[in-house]
């Protein structure tokens, strides 16, 4: 496979922008080779600098439900750039954003809009804090909220890919008030919550991870947090900026049916353009400025590009009201194929899916938290992630990272993405 500008343009890369990538997972490091610099997307495909074409399951790292460059969605931001892209004013798209996302999500009632995921979970435990007047945070281990200092502590995602759970920079005090526990084990949390009774401000999770791999929730550890909150005052933050109207229209909290405090969005609600949400109780929300006294801002917040696409990019799910149920079909389609695979090839190796978020992890373990997704094979996975590039199959550049299914994946791509599997499962037979 030539990669010879992609290489040419990371070495130039480098010189300028630290590790030639604007976003660590980016650079490939733990799957041991350059990255590719993509030229174009459309559908489920990515074309590379060098001409190579992939079937894409990375989708932008979640964004890309409807796969990439939707014709709808490139023609309304389009339009709506010949009137303008940002005015630091309010506008009609913002307020037709926020009545959709509450119409949408059972537990919002109102919302604020931002610029990324991590801006919104940052602004949400601000938002905690200053309702319960208390500074202390619970997040579990291997679960990544973006890079804010209070959520750098056993963070999920790059952070673990690269095995810095913990980056320097944070100062002792901030990371002092982030508590860790482990993500599906109640006992953990409660253990936490007695020893720092009355000072947990909020619990914020993953509602189904996605950043240390996907892993989903065991039955009744949500429905646990939700009461244990409920019953120690705490906030419980759903972390929804990869499953908000990925794993349905309501996210994971319509799918298990849990009503969280807040609720934190990404990804999807931009189209591809950059966009953060925070929103919950009418109640809570009222305490952020200007209608309380909770301070948070933004220049481009809401600005009429993200939201047009984020709007599109919903109009076009809502119109198809078998939009998850195919998305489901082929996600399975995909989960079987390969499970078929690993069982025929004796590979040790389990995967985890909800909806069309999904995760082969090299392991012959259960992953269900930080320390059993740990027990994967990285060196296994890198090699399996380059076979798969060679079958021309991107797939994330992390063991620990969830792939995704779009709308754009035909039956046909998903057929030749299990048979790429089979191959490349095979190459790393060989190569042990
Ligand atoms: P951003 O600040 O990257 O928009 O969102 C941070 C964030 C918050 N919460 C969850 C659950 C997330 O998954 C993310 C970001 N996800 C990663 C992918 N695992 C972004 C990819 C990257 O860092 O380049």
């Given at each position: 496979?030539?990669?010879?500008?992609?290489?040419?343009?990371?070495?130039?890369?480098?010189?300028?922008?630290?590790?030639?990538?604007?976003?660590p997972?980016?650079?490939?490091?733990s799957?041991?080779?350059?990255?590719?610099?993509?030229?174009?997307?459309?559908?489920?495909?990515l074309?590379?600098?060098?001409?190579?074409?992939?079937?894409?399951?990375?989708?932008t790292?979640?964004?890309?439900?409807?796969?990439?460059?939707?014709?709808?969605?490139?023609?309304?931001?389009r339009k709506?750039?010949?009137?303008g892209?940002?005015f630091?004013?309010?506008?009609?798209?913002?307020?037709?954003?926020a009545?959709?996302?509450?119409?949408?999500?059972?537990?919002?009632?109102?919302?604020?809009?931002?610029?990324?995921g991590?801006?919104?979970?940052?602004s949400?435990?601000?938002?905690?804090?200053a309702?319960?007047?208390?500074?202390k945070?619970?997040?579990c281990?291997?679960c990544?909220h973006?890079?804010?200092?209070?959520?750098?502590?056993?963070?999920?995602?790059?952070?673990?890919?690269f095995?810095?759970?913990?980056?320097?920079?944070?100062?002792?005090?901030?990371?002092?008030?982030?508590?860790?526990?482990?993500f599906?084990?109640?006992?953990?949390?409660?253990?936490i919550?007695?020893?720092?009774?009355?000072?947990?401000?909020?619990?914020?999770?993953?509602?189904?991870?996605?950043?240390?791999?996907?892993?989903?929730p065991v039955d009744?550890?949500?429905e646990n947090?939700?009461?244990?909150?409920?019953?120690?005052?705490?906030?419980?933050?759903?972390?929804?900026?990869?499953t908000?109207?990925?794993?349905?229209?309501?996210?994971?909290?319509?799918?298990?049916?849990?009503?969280?405090?807040l609720?934190?969005?990404?990804?999807?609600?931009?189209?591809?353009?950059?966009?953060?949400?925070?929103?919950?109780?009418?109640?809570?929300?009222?305490?952020?400025?200007p209608?309380?006294?909770?301070?948070?801002?933004?220049?481009?917040?809401?600005n009429?590009?993200?939201?047009?696409?984020?709007?599109?990019?919903?109009?076009?799910?809502?119109?198809?009201?078998?939009?998850?149920?195919?998305?489901?079909?082929?996600?399975?389609?995909?989960?079987v194929?390969?499970?078929?695979?690993?069982?025929?090839?004796?590979?040790?190796a389990?995967?985890?899916?909800?909806?069309?978020?999904?995760?082969?992890?090299?392991?012959?373990s259960?992953?269900?938290?930080?320390?059993?997704?740990?027990?994967s094979?990285?060196?296994r996975?890198?090699?399996?992630f380059?076979?798969?590039?060679?079958?021309?199959?991107?797939?994330?550049p992390?063991?620990?990272?969830?792939?995704?299914?779009?709308?754009?994946?035909?039956?046909?791509?998903?057929?030749?993405?299990?048979?790429?599997?089979?191959?490349?499962?095979?190459?790393?037979?060989?190569?042990?």
């Amino acid at each position: 496979m030539n990669t010879k500008t992609s290489n040419s343009l990371f070495e130039r890369a480098k010189q300028s922008i630290p590790g030639g990538v604007n976003s660590p997972v980016r650079a490939f490091k733990s799957v041991g080779r350059n990255p590719l610099f993509i030229a174009k997307a459309a559908g489920a495909k990515l074309w590379d600098v060098d001409g190579n074409e992939y079937i894409d399951y990375v989708g932008t790292w979640g964004p890309a439900i409807l796969g990439h460059a939707h014709p709808r969605v490139i023609e309304a931001i389009r339009k709506v750039a010949m009137d303008g892209t940002s005015f630091g004013a309010p506008t009609e798209l913002e307020v037709k954003m926020a009545e959709l996302i509450c119409r949408l999500v059972p537990s919002v009632e109102m919302v604020r809009m931002v610029n990324s995921g991590t801006e919104a979970t940052m602004s949400a435990i601000r938002l905690a804090r200053a309702l319960t007047g208390r500074e202390k945070i619970i997040k579990c281990e291997g679960c990544y909220h973006g890079h804010g200092d209070s959520f750098l502590i056993k963070a999920g995602s790059g952070a673990m890919t690269f095995g810095v759970p913990d980056s320097p920079g944070v100062p002792s005090a901030i990371a002092r008030l982030t508590l860790t526990a482990r993500f599906n084990s109640i006992e953990s949390v409660k253990e936490i919550v007695d020893q720092n009774k009355h000072e947990i401000a909020a619990i914020i999770v993953e509602p189904v991870v996605g950043n240390m791999g996907c892993v989903p929730p065991v039955d009744g550890f949500l429905e646990n947090l939700r009461s244990l909150c409920t019953k120690e005052g705490i906030i419980l933050i759903f972390d929804e900026v990869m499953t908000g109207f990925r794993l349905a229209l309501g996210g994971a909290q319509e799918r298990y049916n849990i009503q969280p405090d807040l609720t934190t969005f990404g990804k999807i609600i931009g189209g591809g353009l950059p966009v953060g949400a925070y929103g919950g109780r009418g109640d809570i929300m009222q305490i952020v400025a200007p209608s309380g006294p909770m301070y948070q801002a933004g220049t481009l917040s809401g600005n009429p590009l993200a939201m047009t696409a984020g709007f599109e990019t919903l109009s076009v799910i809502l119109e198809d009201e078998k939009f998850y149920q195919k998305l489901e079909k082929k996600s399975q389609a995909l989960e079987v194929g390969f499970a078929e695979n690993v069982r025929s090839l004796g590979i040790p190796a389990t995967s985890n899916r909800i909806g069309s978020m999904s995760t082969l992890f090299f392991t012959s373990s259960n992953v269900r938290d930080y320390q059993s997704a740990l027990t994967s094979d990285t060196k296994r996975y890198a090699a399996y992630f380059n076979a798969m590039l060679e079958e021309g199959i991107y797939l994330a550049p992390s063991q620990f990272e969830a792939g995704f299914v779009s709308s754009a994946h035909t039956d046909e791509m998903i057929e030749k993405t299990i048979r790429a599997n089979r191959k490349a499962l095979e190459r790393t037979l060989r190569a042990e």
